[in-house]
């Protein structure tokens, strides 16, 4: 699960243009990871899974991401730390590079993630970690269907939608319209509060943060310039002749 900055705060750039101020900024589950727990959850109300394992790689404050997949309906999390500079050069390879590990270590056969943060944009991660897996994937899922080994993915693509049938062990990722997230009801809260969450650093699985990429700088957008009113499509097109843009 990945950890966004709440849409609706102002983001700052730093100073030094090496990224956004994210001090004093609160967080939550990014909506597609959400979605994805959600589906996760399903399964397992299904009796088509065995456990369902939350994870979350950051700082201390991802605990709360975990806590809130816990009271969704999730067994158990995982929090893997990454903090300071590693936090800051956390990519998708490294995130994929820490879940295949622990794919491998938990003997797990599907992996389910959501197919993009909302603050970066990526969409990465799921097709590196099969990738790393040498696992199937089905991606952009907007629906699930566990047949036995096989699962019947529904993806959204650009045309309209594909079907495909992958076989396990395989990777999913949940795309916008696959299930709508339930609300954690207050008792699920106090339960989630007493489940387990287990603690380990990327070295504990054998995993190098290294980051091969480099931000050279940050800028904020240009600010947009106020829009003109016109009385008739003549006078549009000769505002846009005017402004060169026919």
């Known amino acids: ?131 790393m897996l040498d696992w199937a994937q089905g991606t952009f899922a907007s629906e699930v269907v566990i047949e036995g080994d096989k699962i019947k993915v529904v993806r959204e693509i650009d045309g309209g939608l594909e079907t495909i049938q992958i076989k396990m062990p395989a990777v999913v990722t949940a795309d916008l319209r696959l299930n709508t997230p339930r609300y954690a009801t207050l008792p699920n809260i106090m339960k989630a509060k007493k489940k387990k969450i287990d603690y380990m650093k990327p070295s504990d699985l054998g995993v190098d943060l290294i980051s091969r990429i480099e931000v050279v700088s940050v800028d904020e957008p240009p600010q947009r310039e106020a829009g003109v009113k016109v009385e008739s499509v003549e006078d549009l097109v000769s505002k846009l002749r005017d402004s060169g843009r026919i």
């Open 1 to 131: 699960m990945n950890c966004n900055p709440i849409f609706f705060f102002q983001i700052r750039v730093k100073p030094d243009r090496t990224g956004v101020v994210t001090d004093g900024v609160k967080h939550s589950m990014n909506p597609f990871c959400e979605i994805a727990v959600e589906e996760a959850v399903r399964l397992k109300e299904r009796k088509l899974v065995k456990e369902v394992i939350a994870v979350s790689c950051g700082p201390q404050q991802v605990q709360e991401t975990i806590r809130t997949a816990l009271a969704m309906g999730a067994d158990r999390g995982i929090h893997v730390d990454v903090s300071g500079k590693d936090y800051e050069n956390l990519g998708p390879l490294q995130v994929s590079k820490i879940l295949a590990a622990l794919a491998k270590k938990e003997d797990a056969s599907l992996v389910v993630l959501g197919k993009q943060a909302i603050d970066d944009d990526n969409n990465q991660t799921g097709q590196m970690t099969a990738a």
